[in-house]
């Protein structure tokens, strides 16, 4: 009987430290008063560029970018996936800001992941950051099929200056 109780212990543990442990940010954390495209390119608004992309078929359509609105720094973003997706979004987002004249980037503000169950996802953040820098965001579009089918783009957008 001990040996049992040792042997239904030990794949518990091998089961549990084995297994993925994910947080999700709850919506409301980055989502603000949706803004719509249309909006956001009304506004001074730069969008991110992709260097690579380390294509795996699970993300079929992305943006990501920031706008200027007074002295508020608007954050969207869009992740589309594949149906068979279960997980889609963003993980690392962080806002990075330097002085005018500086070549360092320093981190401003991390906002962690935004993820959600489905499908697709869409950021929309508005942040009120102090004058006299310049600003740009980076984050990373997320898709997971399973644990071993996963798909990141990285995202970096171009500055701007407040």
Not at 60 to 77: P, Q
Not at 83 to 92: L, M, R, T, W
Not at 148 to 153: L, P
């Amino acid at each position: 009987m001990k040996k049992i109780f040792s042997v239904i212990l030990l794949v518990c543990t091998l089961i549990c430290g084995v297994s993925p442990v994910t947080t999700f940010a709850s919506n409301d954390t980055l989502t603000d008063d949706e803004i719509t495209i249309e909006e956001f390119e009304a506004l001074e608004h730069v969008y991110a560029v992709y260097p690579e992309n380390r294509a795996t078929g699970l993300i079929v359509d992305h943006y990501f970018g920031i706008a200027k609105e007074g002295s508020t720094l608007v954050i969207t973003g869009m992740t589309a996936c594949t149906s068979e997706v279960v997980k889609c979004g963003f993980k690392d987002i962080v806002i990075e800001r330097r002085l005018n004249s500086s070549s360092s980037w320093s981190e401003y503000s991390t906002l962690g992941d935004f993820l959600t169950e489905s499908t697709s996802c869409n950021l929309s953040k508005r942040i009120t950051v102090p004058s006299g820098y310049q600003y740009r965001v980076t984050a990373t579009h997320y898709a997971k099929k399973s644990l071993f089918s996963v798909q990141k783009i990285d995202a970096e957008t171009g500055y701007l200056t407040f």
